[in-house]
């Protein structure tokens, strides 16, 4: 399956989210520089997930005259991060959108398994209305986002979309697989998953990296 040529996914290669990947990456990058750098990528990933965005004729009145100028229609945006790494994307599509509604998905890892847990679901109604852009930096075996989609969608939730900051291409595969209809943006694609699924050469568990845990 030649991925990079599949419908729905798209793969950056924006020099400015490469370079902030790649600090990123780096062992010796602190907390503070971490969470920065996720929050900024989640900003330029969400310009170009967020360029179909319908737009509505409005009438304003500049210091000149009155003209009709564009603005974004519709119901305002669900941003839905999967807890805890997807936390800190939000504020970078928020900047974007400031009247984004935020829904919050709460699952863990098993470690041994590698299986999601769900612990916790609360999003904005009416969801059926919005649309809803998940966050999480991480698609590794990509349990954790089909999971999170199913329940989603299982509320009434139709319009998706899906960024992460690194996938391996296991999880993308999946994740395309299971929900098709998903647009999913990746600010890198890496070589693959190790025995323990981490994502090789990642930059390790991007939930401790960002809040300071471990
Ligand atoms: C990480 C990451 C994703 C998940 C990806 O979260 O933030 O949610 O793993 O792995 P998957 O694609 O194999 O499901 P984790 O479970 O470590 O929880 P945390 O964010 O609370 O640290
Ligand atoms: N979750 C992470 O935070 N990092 C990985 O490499 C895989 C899952």
Known sequence: MDLYNEENIFISNHPLIQHKISIMRKKETGT???RRL???IAMLEGFEALADLPLKEVEVETPIETCMTPM???????IVP???AGLGMVSGVQALVPSAKV???GMYR??????PHPYYCKLPSPIEERLIVVTDPMLATGGSAVDAINQIKAQGGKQIKFMCIIAAPEGLERLHKAHPDVQIY???LDRQLNEAAYICPGLGDAGDRIFGTK
């Open 103 to 105: 829904g919050h998905i």
């Open 72 to 78: 974004i229609a519709g119901k305002t945006l669900a």
């Open 38 to 40: 996720t929050e900024e």
């Open 110 to 115: 098993d470690e041994e398994t590698h299986e």
């Open 82 to 84: 999967i807890l805890r």
């Open 32 to 34: 503070n520089e971490f």
């Open 186 to 188: 990746v600010g890198h």
